[in-house]
């Protein structure tokens, strides 16, 4: 079964403490996103994938750094959290299947994170 | 720059009524691609159906169906016979062809299913 996976699924931080939040597939994607959801403003990405050593940013990329080194992962880092990053987080793996539903993108079960 | 706008905060319907959430773009792209997701309150977003921008007939998917109207960019969702297990948040979203990989979300539409 194509998986997704985030850990941790919850976290509660405080200012200034770096953490990584992890992003694992199993279906040997090439594309790879990070999400935030914020009330009231849907989906915003933060970076994206195109494949191993290939990254770049998304809408919303300032506070984030992510990385690339094996295609099934894909860790966001905040090295210096806010409380303005307190958020919804997902990753997300693009489905290479024919079309027409090229470029699906389909969702981890999102990380809750709260910066304090 | 691509927009999505929903503009129904919250629907209601009775179960097994039919329902369209409504959702218009803006694009200047020739090729896009129109999403529909639906996020119940444990979180997780779950892939509903898809409509490509040169895609002849609407997309369907069991109950779920999508009203493509190209001349006036919108691409609402209908749920035929509803169940209470519908409700959740939904999204509509759009991506470019080639757009980097990035979905453009509009803010959802919280539906609610009453017996």
């Known amino acids: 079964e194509a998986q997704v996976t985030q850990n941790p699924r919850y976290l509660i931080t405080v200012t200034g403490k770096k953490l990584t939040v992890t992003c694992s597939q199993n279906m040997n994607h090439e594309y790879m996103s990070w999400y935030r959801q914020d009330p009231g403003l849907g989906l915003r990405q933060i970076y994206y994938?195109?494949?191993?050593?290939?990254?770049d940013k998304g809408d919303v990329p300032e506070g984030y750094k992510v990385s690339r080194k094996e295609k099934r992962n894909f860790p966001l880092i905040l090295e210096s959290p806010s409380p303005n990053q307190t958020s919804l987080y997902f990753c997300?793996?693009?489905?290479?299947?024919?079309?027409?539903?090229?470029?699906?993108?389909?969702f981890g079960p999102g990380t809750r994170l709260t910066v304090l | 720059a691509q927009k999505i706008t929903q503009t129904q905060p919250g629907m209601f319907v009775q179960e097994k009524e039919a329902v369209t959430l409504d959702c218009t773009y803006d694009?200047?792209?020739?090729?896009?691609?129109l999403f529909w997701y639906k996020q119940p309150s444990s979180g997780e977003m779950i892939f509903l159906i898809y409509?490509?921008?040169?895609?002849?007939q609407n997309a369907t998917e069991g109950r779920y169906s999508l009203n493509f109207q190209k001349a006036r960019k919108s691409a609402n969702l209908v749920i035929s016979a509803s169940q209470l297990g519908d409700s959740a948040m939904y999204f509509c979203?759009?991506?470019?062809?080639?757009?980097?990989?990035?979905?453009?979300f509009g803010t959802g539409t919280q539906l609610k299913v009453e017996l």
């Open positions: 979203a759009m991506k470019r062809a080639g757009g980097g990989n990035k979905l453009t």
């Open positions: 694009t200047s792209d020739p090729s896009y691609g």
């Open positions: 994938s195109m494949n191993v050593e290939v990254t």
């Open positions: 997300a793996r693009t489905s290479e299947t024919s079309v027409p539903k090229a470029d699906t993108q389909y």
């Open positions: 409509q490509g921008s040169y895609d002849q």
